[in-house]
T-cell receptor, first 115, second 114 residues
Framework: GAGVSQTPSNKVTEKGKYVELRCDPI?????LYWYRQSLGQGPEFLIY????????DSGLPNDRFFAVRPEGSVSTLKIQRTERGDSAVYLC?????????????FGPGTRLTVL | AQKVTQAQTEISVVEKEDVTLDCVYE???????LFWYKQPPSGELVFLIR??????QNEISGRYSWNFQKSTSSFNFTITASQVVDSAVYFC???????????FGTGTSLTVIP
């Protein structure tokens, strides 16, 4: 079956602009996660959805970052007033959500560059 | 405090050599899960293995093996007879029972020289 997909694969924007990054999880997976990976680092947690609700958004760095998952499937990560420090690869993952410590399956990521 | 430490930043080996990637973790939970992922140059994280804290049996899958030792809080990964296709960044990750997020190490970049 299809894996996690993310669009766009690359996004270049100017400082101060608004961007949206999309994630389409594996069909049937109720849990969805967003991570951010900076160069030379491991992924860092941003937010976790169980169904439509954000169950844990403790990793969002500030209020410029927001994510939604209105129908419990596709999720959009929204970044307002982008800054150069937001440049990174944004990774989405999904899991079955049936048990703790579920394996998370990752998408290819969106590389965001803020000029 | 960092929950997952991968002290080896970069490793180079010649093809057919064995190589071990180290992972040390820290948690107060008695129930937790450990993972290894491979990130090839294409960038996508590929799942390799999941292990829960109650199962300390070593695991072997083809040329890959994992050694889990709770006494030293380590979950090391060995590739036997390495191949060029093994060249990638490898990440160790921890998931605690009390949460859902993964804590990743900083990764070990493995280069296998033909």
């Amino acid at each position: 079956g299809a894996g996690v997909s993310q669009t766009p694969s690359n996004k270049v924007t100017e400082k101060g602009k608004y961007v949206e990054l999309r994630c389409d999880p594996i069909s049937g997976h109720t849990a969805l996660y967003w991570y951010r990976q900076s160069l030379g680092q491991g992924p860092e947690f941003l937010i976790y959805f169980q169904g439509t609700g954000a169950a844990d958004d403790s990793g969002l760095p500030n209020d410029r970052f927001f994510a939604v998952r209105p129908e419990g499937s596709v999720s959009t990560l929204k970044i307002q007033r982008t800054e150069r420090g937001d440049s990174a690869v944004y990774l989405c993952a999904s899991s079955s959500g049936l048990a703790g410590g579920d394996t998370q399956y990752f998408g290819p990521g969106t590389r965001l560059t803020v000029l | 405090a960092q929950k997952v430490t991968q002290a080896q930043t970069e490793i180079s080996v010649v093809e057919k050599e064995d190589v071990t990637l180290d992972c040390v973790y820290e948690t107060r939970d008695t129930t937790y899960y450990l993972f290894w992922y491979k990130q090839p140059p294409s960038g996508e994280l590929v799942f390799l293995i999941r292990r829960n804290s109650f199962d300390e049996q070593n695991e072997i899958s083809g040329r890959y093996s994992w050694n889990f030792q709770k006494s030293t809080s380590s979950f090391n990964f060995t590739i036997t007879a390495s191949q060029v296709v093994d060249s990638a960044v490898y990440f160790c990750a921890l998931s605690e029972y009390t949460g859902n997020q993964f804590y990743f190490g900083t990764g070990t970049s493995l280069t296998v020289i033909p």
